[in-house]
């Protein structure tokens, strides 16, 4: 086949075309990319259920620093999913979370840095009684007094339902308990059995809360307790403890998190101190953005 000399140019005309849609391109992709990075066009900071600890100092935080940034209430579930859509689509977000969380071990995430301090540094999750529980049910109390673990025991458990909605943190549970029969024992040494006598726990709905109160759920159930769980929010939880509704409970993160709550219901309910130390909350973005810093972020 023979071109002519208006073929030949239509041909470099039409390749010229391609190499300048394709530099195009790139160029879209790099600055696709660059915003992918920059934190100024965020609007919002996605955050957890109102009222608790954690989003007073979230607040606090977002006033200390002048942050051009809304802080929306949430709960852990929509936050999650947020957080899980911008990843997916490597979009800039920040979110209000906390570390044991499975969520780290299935992305990278980081902290960003606080350098006014507002946001606290490590949290221990203390468990809490109802007044009268060491005369009623001694053996209950014994296991809520002993029960202790460590963060690297939470995250197993959280890993474990998290990242596969087809098990159960009943199942996740039971299987760190059947790996860690020593730790189990430690827990029920010397505590003597009952038949059939009821429990009931207060929990929220987190992953952090599902995996311990799961796990003390069925070590009470093997020393013969019939176990009851009741899912309320943080408020609620403390407020049903000290009108003794509940029985005890493993979810008030301290010196900050549930801060509020103690301060109010204090006298009223029994502090039996941490049943794990060494856990981080903060704001949080996926690695992928440039910034590294609270001081990174919009402000006013």
């Excluded at 160029?27 to 109102?50: F, H, K, M, R, Y």
């Excluded at 959280?158 to 760190?176: H, I, L, N, T, Y």
């Excluded at 059939?196 to 207060?202: H, I, K, N, P, Y």
């Amino acid at each position: 086949m023979k071109f002519s000399s208006k073929n030949w140019f239509v041909l470099l005309m039409l390749s010229a075309l391609l190499v300048l849609g394709a530099c195009q391109g790139e160029t879209e992709s790099d600055e696709t990319n660059e915003d992918t990075n920059d934190a100024s066009d965020l609007t919002e900071i996605v955050g957890i259920e109102p009222g608790s600890g954690t989003m007073n100092i979230a607040q606090e935080t977002v006033d200390a620093y002048d942050l051009d940034l809304d802080l929306t209430p949430s709960s852990e579930p929509a936050m999650l999913t947020e957080l899980q859509q911008a990843l997916d689509n490597e979009e800039p977000i920040v979110v209000t979370l906390w570390q044991p969380h499975w969520m780290f071990s299935e992305y990278d995430l980081k902290f960003l840095e606080d350098p006014k301090g507002t946001l606290g540094e490590e949290e221990n999750i203390h468990t809490m009684v109802r007044e009268g529980l060491e005369e009623d049910k001694p053996s209950a109390y014994q296991l809520l007094d002993n029960f202790y673990w460590e963060v690297d025991d939470m995250n197993e458990v959280m890993a474990k339902f998290g990242q596969d909605d087809s098990v159960e943190p009943r199942d996740a549970a039971q299987e760190w308990i059947d790996d860690h029969p020593d730790k189990v024992e430690e827990w029920t040494e010397g505590i003597d059995s009952v038949d059939g006598d009821s429990v009931e726990l207060a929990y929220v709905n987190w992953d952090t809360e599902l995996s311990s109160t799961n796990v003390v759920t069925l070590v009470l159930e093997e020393l013969g307790y019939d176990v009851t769980l009741t899912p309320l929010d943080m408020g609620i939880a403390f407020e049903s403890l000290a009108a003794g509704d509940v029985d005890g409970m493993l979810i008030a993160w301290l010196p900050v998190g549930a801060a509020t709550y103690k301060e109010q219901y204090d006298d009223q309910i029994v502090d039996l101190g941490p049943s794990l130390e060494g856990a981080q909350q903060g704001f949080v973005v996926p690695a992928y953005m440039d910034i590294d810093s609270i001081e990174d972020l919009p402000t006013k």
